[in-house]
């Protein structure tokens, strides 16, 4: 293949993996692949003298894809030229001093402050055209939204979400699918939310990197200057050291030991001249501006055997490939496994058992295959789910091809179920949460509720899972020793029957009685006429037993148990009378304590006051509250905590 059809090439591969991550916000190749067929294609344009018009290198960004308005830049925001190596740095600097900072990995944005208030926010977008988004910036986590300056102020920065706030906002999305791959990702989407209260939970911070002007300040001819009268403003700036080609290499060297206690998630490093008119006078190329390099690391490889891709099914019911290597050492850690993302990537890097492939860690954090030096592309793409052993098939989306099991009853896809059935108001497994519960499914540990209280078979595998230990899981059999004494009603609303919850499964025991026969022989007629049921209620709950798969496991959970009832338990002193709950209470945890309190002494809780309702518990009597306002016109009584444990003989609990 001759110079200018390889260039054609590596623009159109380029491009369609530009669009498909800053337009779509999927990952089709490593930032390592892209990063090398990039540098390939500059230097074969610079060889040739051939440009094409529609060239990464050429062209910055693509056109955002959103209803949030959209403002054009008064001057463009260009890239920055970049190099990996230390000494190219060195004489890039030559005699002048710099300003050396973190290259942070999120979304730059431009503030503008008039009168002393932030009146403006806009997204780099395409560098040419950004997104206004002044509504989400204003709930930034550290941006001032006044300042003591009030002439007319332009800065430029980077919101960014820090590892443990994206660590800790990914672990509450439920699905698998739902969770974001990276910081960076979470805080593309967290910023150009259309509403903002979306982007105040997100915690996103804004750390100023250029300030671009401000009237009537002489700054000395100096970007330190600069930064340091941006502190004073009460702006958050990248952390920075003032270079000069002595120390250069010394201070890379700093930032990179620095890297891995990081909070905050960067791609390497930039340089400014401090000199700022210096600076200017070197004007830009049409894609780069000549005051400030980027540093990118060079990183760290290591060449390992492909020996295993382990397929990892979600609750969504997409397969995901894992390559399983040989162990091998990156930035100071041991590193076996790497995401492969979808099978576009396992395709692009032709993977094969038994390949001889590089691997890295992106930006010294995520671990990535870099390479197959080998590519036999000898991988068969499983068949049959490795959960349940149902049928999979590959679907094609964005120009990005996933495997999916198409088994509506895979285990995999039923990972809420088993993590209702350990919640505190079922069995109350403590510590077992749903992202364990989703890696025990995918190992085959759990098939049903029944498997959880034999895990102890799988002692050694759970020991030895990432994130588990002996103490461990220790823990968790504990735990699961300790659910097994439980209740009747409880049990019920384990199973996660349509409809039932907690108290239906209380009024329901307490009608036909806590006798295994009693439960799944209950008819229709009789459930509907029980107070609180109903026609729905009592349907769902008879055709759950009306399946004999149900009623085989239900019976099963029966030989792991010790089952009480305890909404019989006692005199029913509180029979026939309904409660609402308002305000907070000082007696009991929390309000569910109470309400359970209420129905194991017969008595019934609801969520609104109407002429059924007997007392309105709430400790503010003399509140101004709806619920006091509505207790007050139907002459509901209301009464405190207090008097509700003297009107119930639980004087004890006082």
């Given at each position: ?291 400030s390099m980027a540093f990118k690391w ?112 895979c285990q995999a896809k039923h990972v ?21 519960l989703e890696k025990f499914v995918q ?212």
């Open positions: 293949m001759n110079k200018l059809d390889r260039i054609k090439e590596l623009v159109e591969v380029l491009n369609k993996a530009g669009e498909s991550y800053y337009a779509k916000g999927v990952e089709i190749m490593s930032n390592y692949e892209y990063d090398k067929l990039y540098d390939e294609l500059a230097t074969l344009e610079k060889e040739t003298g051939y440009i094409q018009s529609d060239s990464p290198t050429v062209n910055v960004g693509y056109e955002v894809l959103s209803e949030l308005p959209k403002e054009k830049h008064e001057s463009p925001m260009l890239s920055l030229d970049k190099t990996k190596e230390p000494d190219a740095l060195v004489s890039w600097l030559g005699e002048q001093e710099g300003i050396l900072s973190w290259k942070l990995d999120g979304l730059t944005i431009v503030l503008t402050y008039e009168g002393g208030e932030l009146v403006k926010a806009v997204t780099r977008g395409n560098g040419e055209v950004g997104e206004i988004i002044t509504n989400n910036a204003r709930v930034f986590k550290n941006v001032p939204l006044f300042i003591p300056y009030k002439e007319k102020l332009v800065l430029r920065g980077e919101a960014i979400i820090t590892y443990s706030d994206f660590n800790e906002i990914n672990n509450k999305l439920p699905d698998t699918d739902a969770k974001y791959k990276n910081p960076r990702n979470l805080c593309s989407g967290s910023v150009r939310q259309l509403n903002n209260k979306v982007t105040a939970e997100r915690n996103v911070r804004f750390y100023a990197f250029s300030l671009v002007s401000a009237d009537g300040v002489d700054f000395r001819n100096s970007r330190k200057y600069q930064y340091e009268w941006l502190k004073t403003q009460g702006f958050e700036v990248v952390d920075y050291k003032v270079v000069t080609k002595d120390n250069l290499i010394i201070a890379i060297e700093e930032f990179e030991k620095a890297v891995a206690g990081n909070d905050f998630p960067s791609d390497g490093l930039v340089i400014t001249y401090d000199d700022i008119e210096y600076g200017i006078s070197l004007g830009r190329t049409a894609k780069f501006p000549r005051n060079t990183d760290e490889t290591a060449d390992t055997v492909l020996r295993e891709i382990e397929w990892s099914a979600s609750r969504t019911g997409l397969i995901n490939p894992v390559a399983i290597f040989d162990t091998v050492e990156l930035e100071g850690t041991l590193v076996s496994r790497a995401s492969v993302h979808n099978i576009s990537v396992m395709e692009s890097l032709e993977l094969g058992i038994g390949d001889t492939i590089s691997v890295f860690k992106a930006n010294m954090i995520i671990p990535q295959i870099a390479d197959n030096k080998t590519r036999s592309g000898n991988m068969e793409i499983p068949k049959i789910c490795p959960v349940c052993g149902g049928e999979t098939k590959i679907e094609q989306q964005n120009d990005v091809k996933s495997l999916y099991c198409v088994n509506p009853d809420k179920s088993f993590s209702h059935f350990v919640s505190r108001d079922a069995v109350n497994i403590d510590g077992l949460s749903e992202a364990t190992n085959g540990f759990l098939k049903t509720f029944v498997d959880l209280y034999h895990l102890d078979r799988y002692r050694e595998d759970i020991v030895n899972m990432e994130g588990f230990g002996v103490k461990s899981y220790d823990n968790l059999i504990n735990a699961i020793e300790k659910s097994r004494d439980t209740t009747m009603p409880k049990l019920i609303y384990s199973l996660g029957i349509s409809n039932v919850g907690l108290s239906n499964a209380k009024m329901i025991v307490k009608a036909i009685g806590a006798d295994a026969e009693s439960i799944v022989s209950a008819d229709r007629q009789t459930l509907e006429t029980v107070d609180g049921i109903g026609s729905v209620i009592a349907d769902s709950f008879v055709s759950y037993f009306e399946n004999d798969k149900n009623v085989e496991l239900f019976k099963a959970l029966l030989q792991e148990l010790s089952v009480e009832d305890d909404a019989v338990d006692g005199e029913q002193v509180l029979e026939g009378k309904t409660f609402v709950i308002t305000g907070s209470v000082t007696h009991f945890a929390n309000r569910n304590a109470l309400k359970e309190l209420i129905e194991s002494l017969g008595g019934k809780v609801t969520g609104s006051v109407t002429g059924n309702t007997s007392y309105l518990i709430n400790n503010d009597s003399t509140s101004g509250s709806s619920k006091n306002k509505t207790a007050a016109k139907l002459g509901v009584p209301v009464i405190t905590e207090e008097e509700f444990l003297v009107l119930a003989g639980k004087e004890d609990l006082m």
